[in-house]
C-alpha cells in the first residue's frame, strides 16, 4: 500500500515553531516532487511550499515567504516543513502531497491524511 503519512502537527503559541514531518511507504517518491498544502475550516485547500521534481527548485506561497522552509530526505522518502514565525492565520490542516514529473499537484494520487496546526494569539 503506498501512503503518506505526515506528523508534527500541534498546538503552539503565535511567534512560535513546528517542524512537519511527510514519510511515504510503499514506493520510492525520489523521482516525483513534493509539496505542502493547507486548508481551514471553511476555505479552499492552498498551496503553501514545494519542491520541484527535478529536485532542483523550491517554491513558496507569499504568505509564508521567508517564515517556512521545506526540505527533502531523499534516503528516507520524506519531506518536511520547518514554520518559523508563526501566525493565527496558519492554523489549518497541512497536507503532503507527491506528484510525479508533470502532473499537477492536485491530479496526483498521492496525498496524505494530514495534520492540524493550531497557532493561538
Known amino acids: 500500500q503506498v501512503q503518506l503519512v505526515e506528523s508534527g502537527g500541534g498546538l503552539v503559541s503565535a511567534g512560535g515553531s513546528l517542524r512537519l514531518s511527510c514519510v511515504g511507504s510503499g514506493r520510492s517518491f525520489s523521482s516525483y516532487g513534493m509539496a505542502w498544502f493547507r486548508q481551514a475550516p471553511g476555505k479552499e485547500r492552498e498551496f503553501v511550499a514545494a519542491f520541484s521534481w527535478t529536485g532542483g527548485h523550491t517554491f513558496y506561497a507569499d504568505s509564508v515567504e521567508g517564515r517556512f522552509t521545506i526540505s527533502r530526505d531523499y534516503g528516507k522518502n520524506a519531506a518536511y516543513l520547518l514554520m518559523n514565525s508563526l501566525k493565527p492565520e496558519d492554523t489549518a490542516k497541512y497536507f503532503c502531497?507527491?506528484?510525479?514529473?508533470?502532473?499537477?499537484?492536485?491530479?496526483?494520487?498521492?496525498w496524505g491524511q494530514g495534520t492540524q496546526v493550531t497557532v493561538s494569539s
Open positions: 502531497v507527491a506528484a510525479p514529473p508533470e502532473t499537477s499537484w492536485y491530479d496526483s494520487d498521492y
